[in-house]
């Protein structure tokens, strides 16, 4: 198995006695593409490995290279401007897609920018790619916009799903820190972000 997704368990060896979740969610991603799995949300007590059980999902599909498209996301702890996040999302999101058509394991975490994402989708002709860093550059700037850059980032998987004709595994880490530390103001002393 590849590890493209460094997990934060450290030695991959490490993560032990999982096997009935690992089966749990096994059976749930093979309904992925038969439409038939519903979200689900990982709630347990803190360091109890969450993390690390969702980064191993995902160095397993990305390793099968099968029908499911994994995306990783980790909110991180760290003060962040609302278009910025955005725009990191976003980053993330078209970087792990690249990695996983390509084999590149190397975007998994090294991630491309903007404007290396939009030469990908011209090269490669995939529209959606190249449409959606166009608006994203286009209105990073402009006030008022940054509800609609958000949107386009968080959507992207659920729009290229339909698109593309696949499935993404969308797992989000830590997903509560978007209220403490997501603002919507450039100076970060304002207005966090509400659910």
């Not at 491309?112 to 989708?121: A, C, D, H, P, V």
């Amino acid at each position: 198995m590849q590890y493209p997704l460094t997990e934060k368990i450290g030695e991959p060896e490490l993560l032990v006695g999982r096997e009935k979740e690992f089966k749990h969610f096994g059976k749930w991603i093979k309904n992925i593409p038969k439409r038939l799995s519903k979200s689900r949300v990982i709630i347990a007590r803190r360091k109890s490995g969450k993390t690390s059980f969702v980064q191993r999902i995902f160095n397993q599909l990305w390793t099968e290279n099968k029908e499911v498209i994994p995306f990783y996301f980790d909110f991180g702890e760290s003060k962040m401007w609302y278009p910025n996040l955005a725009i990191d999302y976003y980053r993330a999101f078209a970087s792990q897609y690249i990695s996983f058509i390509t084999r590149n394991p190397e975007l998994v975490i090294h991630h491309l920018s903007l404007k290396q994402i939009r030469e990908f989708g011209i090269n490669k002709s995939i529209t959606p790619i190249v449409d959606d860093v166009n608006f994203i550059i286009e209105n990073r700037e402009v006030e008022g916009s940054h509800e609609l850059m958000w949107k386009t980032a968080c959507t992207a998987p659920h729009r290229y799903a339909s698109v593309l004709n696949t499935k993404f595994l969308v797992i989000l880490d830590e997903f509560q820190n978007i209220t403490k530390y997501i603002y919507r103001d450039e100076n970060i002393k304002q207005q966090q972000l509400k659910l």
